[in-house]
């Protein structure tokens, strides 16, 4: 991480456009979406891959209104008049910074930021890798694990593990460590 920028935390996830006029279908993220969506809110925008838009100048987006829809939140913002701006937005993760955001209530919550970092090990005790992302996708959240491999192109390989209690059975922040307790074959 830039230790010159604040980090950011993901609040909500574009979906795909919704209508012709650039709403845009967010995935809420954070537990205070009232917060978060206000019109005049600018959240940060994190793309995934290279390749996924063609105007990569838009770093953040500013709410101009947000409203609830079937479960999900449809979100308009300054500058994205179409549909066609909207879809440039699909997948990207709708961000704040850190000092914007407060600690989770619940003891079973952690910011993206919190984890990334973290030594993973199996509940054996034996060392797998460390914590270099978590991924937000529909299915939930996943601990992208960069593990040690001689035979790997460049000496580690990825292991993407669902950020599950029945897999990750205890987060020690203070230990700076994930135990891991994976079914065969999901760390191979």
Known sequence: MNELQPEALAVGRVVRPHGVRGELVVE????????????????GLKRRGAG????????????TAARQHAGR???????VNGRDAA??????????????????????????TELI?????????????????????????LL??????PEAEEGEREALVPFVSAIVPEVDLEGGRVVLDPPEGLLD
């Open 73 to 79: 939140l449809l979100v308009r913002a300054e500058g």
């Open 52 to 63: 996924q838009s063609r105007n990569k100048s838009a770093q953040s987006l500013t709410v």
């Open 144 to 149: 992208a694990i960069t593990i040690a491999d």
């Open 117 to 141: 970092g973290l030594r993973a090990a199996l509940v054996s005790g034996e060392d797998v890798g460390v914590v270099r992302d978590v991924l937000h996708s529909p299915a939930g959240e």
């Open 28 to 43: 809420v993220l954070t537990d205070s979406p009232e917060l978060r969506f206000v019109p005049g809110s600018v959240l």
């Open 87 to 112: 879809e440039e937005l699909r997948g990207a993760l709708l961000t704040v910074s850190a000092d914007a955001a407060e600690s989770p209530e619940d003891p079973d919550e952690f910011h993206d």
